[in-house]
């Protein structure tokens, strides 16, 4: 394992991309021309990324394949295809009851507290005993393959599902059903609280019914869901007929939409297994990632005509931003071997084969990857 930020999430792939075309090249395998494009603000949403796609479009051409290295894995024993990717929207939740904070024992009871009718907003949005997303505007209909293929995925992990996060003693898994949880993860909305304002400390709280409680909210949304017509509804949902009169608002910071896999071509499909099989031993596994990956929609969108390979070695433990996340070193060679394999296949099965000059005049992406940093 090779320990540092970044590593896996995704510095890797830069290294992992042109490695894989350099081994080609080493051993006289012909490839299609390949494109690399390294961004170093993925974390930031990739706002930057959609112009220089647009300004570089005469070299970049029409793609035919695209891969991405920026995703996870099940485990370390098969190369994981990602399926599908979860979109995001959210933002501030505030809510005011008072100008200034008054004696707890004097307004209690008369006045609601903060919390309280912020508790009432978020159940319109969240059942609090399943963890459900109520809205109905907020979920899609789930493809039968991949409800499909969260049961195969169900079956090759089973209780790595839940057992790779490092739970507390005796915490338990929202659900029994594994491949209701992979649905949950991939396919279904999911809502985070992940700040808060207007709360002192424990240590500095006092008996002081307090003016205003806020949250920051982040709402996971199913991959075809569009983001931002979704979090236009959490607004509306949140801000409207607020309980006692409250000052209620909610300013959205962020909204980017998911994206699913478009079918795998044939060739793809047993390249990818093939690969699998060969350098690790296994076949390859089809999974969705609960988190986004900016761009993938935004490229989906500018190249519909292109396959796409997403896959990535942030697997169980690997603690994507966090201080001890980790590159497993094994499947991040593996790995790099696969996609050498796909680039090779995918030029015999393109026709160029059989005039390897044509190469040059065709132009093909390899996505390698988002910076360092990501």
């Known amino acids: 394992k090779l320990y540092g930020r970044g590593g896996a999430d995704d510095g890797y792939a830069i290294f992992g991309s042109l490695a894989a075309i350099l081994a080609l090249q080493a051993q006289g395998i012909p490839h299609a021309r390949c494109v690399v494009m390294i961004e170093a ?47 995001l929207t959210g933002g501030n939740l505030v809510v005011n009851v008072l100008e200034e904070g008054v004696h707890s024992g004097d307004a209690s009871g008369v006045v609601a507290s903060s919390f309280r009718v912020l508790r009432q907003l978020l159940s319109r949005l969240e059942d609090e005993v399943t963890g459900r997303i109520l809205p109905q505007e907020l979920h899609v209909e789930i493809p039968a393959q991949r409800v499909a293929q969260a049961q195969r ?10 057992s790779k996060f490092p739970l507390v003693d005796g915490m338990a898994p929202m659900n029994a059903d594994l491949a209701e949880l992979v649905l949950n993860r991939t396919w279904r909305p999911a809502l985070s609280v992940t700040g808060v304002g207007g709360l002192p ?6 008996n002081v019914l307090r003016p205003y409680t806020a ?12 983001a931002k ?47 699998s099989q060969r350098f690790f031993g296994a076949s390859v596994a089809y999974n969705g990632e609960g988190g986004s990956i ?25 603690n994507a931003h966090g201080p001890n996340e980790f590159l497993h070193i094994p499947t991040g060679k593996r790995m790099s071997m696969c996609v050498a394999q796909v680039i090779a296949d995918h030029f015999v099965a393109s026709g160029q084969g059989l005039t390897q000059g044509v190469a040059a005049s065709h132009a093909h992406t390899v996505k390698g990857g988002d910076g360092c940093c990501d």
């Open 153 to 162: 995925t169900a079956e090759i992990l089973g209780d790595a599902v839940y």
């Open 201 to 206: 400390s424990l240590d500095a709280a006092g």
């Open 294 to 318: 900016p761009f993938m929609g935004m490229l989906g969108e500018k190249f519909p005509g292109a396959q796409f390979m997403i896959t990535g070695v942030l697997g169980p433990h690997s």
């Open 229 to 275: 017509k979704g979090g236009e509804f959490l607004k509306r949902l949140l801000e409207s007929n607020p309980p006692y009169g409250a000052k209620v608002t909610f300013e959205l910071e962020k909204a980017g939409s998911g994206w699913e896999a478009p079918a795998l071509a044939p060739w793809l499909e047993q390249s990818v297994d093939a690969a």
């Open 41 to 87: 603000c993925e974390e930031s949403g990739s706002y930057d990324l959609p112009y220089y796609v647009d300004h570089l479009a005469a070299r970049i051409g029409k793609p035919s394949l695209i891969v991405c290295l920026d995703s996870g894995c099940g485990n370390y024993d098969q190369l994981w295809l990602t399926t599908s990717l979860r979109g």
């Open 215 to 226: 949250v920051k909210l982040s709402l996971r949304v199913p991959p075809t869901l569009d």
